[in-house]
Nanobody, 126 residues
Framework: QVQLVESGGGLVQNGGSLRLSCAAS????????MGWFRQAPGKEREFVAD????????NFAESVKGRFTSSRDNAKSTMYLQMQSLKPGDAAVYYC???????????????????WGQGTQVTVSS
């Protein structure tokens, strides 16, 4: 089992940058596939990015591709989402998620993840 805590959200101007962190507890963090999702008011939770257990491979939603990057430091049990060129449409509560296993493909549905953080708010002013 793993517990997740996001941080780094806040208010940023249109075009600005933020870095989100997701700190995990659990001795086997390295064996989890990790993902980022976001949910805006009145909308469904949507996929943002996922990252392989090693951090060597990442996958992004088309809407953020080229603007967001993701990485993980298994020694620190922490995952990061670097967001650049933020737009008002990126405003949402951002969640990190984990699923056990090293993974063999990309996991883009929230139903494929077993553990979730509490979320961190990202607001983008226009």
């Amino acid at each position: 089992q793993v517990q997740l805590v996001e941080s780094g959200g806040g208010l940023v101007q249109n075009g600005g940058s933020l870095r989100l962190s997701c700190a995990a507890s659990g001795r086997t963090y390295y064996s989890y596939t990790m993902g980022w999702f976001r949910q805006a008011p009145g909308k469904e939770r949507e996929f943002v990015a996922d990252i392989s257990w090693s951090g060597a491979d990442t996958n992004f939603a088309e809407s953020v591709k080229g603007r967001f990057t993701s990485s993980r430091d298994n020694a620190k049990s922490t995952m990061y989402l670097q967001m650049q060129s933020l737009k008002p449409g990126d405003a949402a509560v951002y969640y990190c998620a984990a699923r056990p296993g090293y993974g063999s493909r990309w996991y883009t549905s929230p139903y494929e993840y077993d553990y979730w953080g509490q979320g961190t708010q990202v607001t983008v002013s226009s």
